[in-house]
């Protein structure tokens, strides 16, 4: 059983206050005055939102701003589950933590701004990744769950484990300059499988960590998701059922997608590994782990596939920099003979940031010749980490 942390605010004062306190609190607030006074809201849709309990899936980019903004809002409980901590290079996009959190979890940094906000607010806290050994539980406490993820695996799990439950879901994803968001309520409509049948190919789709993403890119969506939970809700308004709308920041442009339920697929009655799903193997025989690596440096020809910007951040010591953009023109003339910094015979090792670029250029490398390759598991964030502190995390 799940031992919930009831969270309190930085001056210790807890958050908790019974629903039919909050209501009471609510309905006679002035600070929701301008939101009852909306034509088709009033007063019952801010009731249902001092009942209503929300489970928030990451407290990164999309979640800062969809949880304070579903608190300001009027929902009286929160749950937020995020794994992670706080650092340095989520602050220009998450905006709900500041640089005193740096190291903090992100659910307690999190739950803390929250009761800044809006103290009668209560906040449930599981400092845990989603799993399938656990959200049939979490989802089961709760009315809607935001699934503000950043990876596929769980964008998949949230959508089984809502449809099993039995309650709404709200989704968002954001990448580089864009992003896309959908709402659903299973089985009445379509869910995320029917948009996406199948997860794209391992390492397809860069993280944001490898390609970027526009902290207000962040804001617009997750702006967007807490609109759809507190339609869902309330009833007002017509919710993103059937449909997901994308943004473009580069063009200012939104556009609609319309898609039905897929007549052919098979009804979700249970949770499945999500990771093997999406192809993604925990260990494979061509990774070396950061203290693997270290253990064999002077003994192996490092490779860094990163950008030029990226290097000159942090660079493991005695490695070769070759940008992945330019590796297949450096391999042409690696075996031409017109490049011999690299030795196709010596055993090889390849990098970049998180291991998602290396794992494509260990490929090339095979394809070109190199009889001895593996990737760093992890990449240079990993090494930092485990190995080499003084090494820059971005």
Request: glycine letters at 10%; proline letters at 6%; aromatic letters at 6%.
């Amino acid at each position: 059983m799940w031992n919930i942390q009831r969270s309190r605010s930085r001056n210790g004062r807890s958050a908790l206050v019974t629903r039919e306190r909050i209501a009471f609190m609510r309905d006679g607030d002035e600070r929701f005055a301008r939101q009852r006074a909306l034509h088709g809201f009033g007063d019952p849709a801010q009731r249902a939102l001092a009942s209503a309990r929300v489970l928030i899936i990451g407290a990164g980019g999309l979640g800062s701003a969809a949880i304070p903004a579903l608190a300001a809002a009027g929902v009286g409980t929160l749950g937020i589950i995020d794994a992670d901590v706080v650092e340095v290079s989520n602050l220009h996009r998450q905006l709900i933590h500041s640089p005193r959190d740096v190291g903090r979890s992100k659910v307690e940094s999190a739950a803390d701004s929250v009761h800044e906000l809006s103290p009668e607010t209560a906040v449930e806290i599981f400092d845990a990744r989603l799993s399938s050994e656990n959200a049939l539980e979490v989802f089961s406490r709760y009315d809607l769950v935001l699934d503000g993820s950043d990876n596929f695996p769980t964008r998949y799990l949230a959508n089984d484990a809502a449809a099993i439950v039995g309650i709404p879901l709200v989704w968002g994803a954001v990448s580089q300059y864009g992003g896309q968001s959908g709402a659903c309520r299973m089985p009445e409509t379509p869910g995320y499988r029917d948009l996406f049948p199948t997860p794209p190919a391992p390492d397809s789709v860069p993280t944001c960590a490898e390609g970027g993403v526009l902290p207000t890119v962040c804001a617009t969506v997750g702006a967007i998701m807490a609109t759809e939970a507190i339609k869902i809700l309330t009833g007002v308004g017509k919710p993103l059922f059937g449909r997901v709308t994308s943004y473009d920041a580069l063009t200012g442009g939104f556009r609609e997608i319309a898609f039905d339920k897929d007549p052919e697929a098979a009804p979700i009655t249970e949770l499945i590994d999500y990771d093997a799903f999406c192809g993604i193997s925990p260990r494979r025989p061509d990774d070396i782990t950061a203290r693997e690596l270290s253990d064999a440096l002077g003994a192996v020809q490092l490779i860094d596939v990163r950008a030029g910007w990226e290097t000159e951040l942090a660079v493991i010591p005695g490695a070769i920099v070759v940008p992945l953009g330019a590796l297949a023109d450096v391999l042409r003339r690696v075996s031409e003979g017109m490049i011999e910094e690299l030795d196709p015979d010596k055993p090889t090792v390849v990098y970049c940031h998180l291991g998602v670029r290396s794992a494509y250029a260990l490929r090339l490398l095979t394809t070109a010749g190199f009889s001895d390759v593996r990737h760093l598991d992890g990449g240079i964030e990993a090494y930092a980490r485990d190995v080499d502190p003084s090494i820059a995390r971005y």
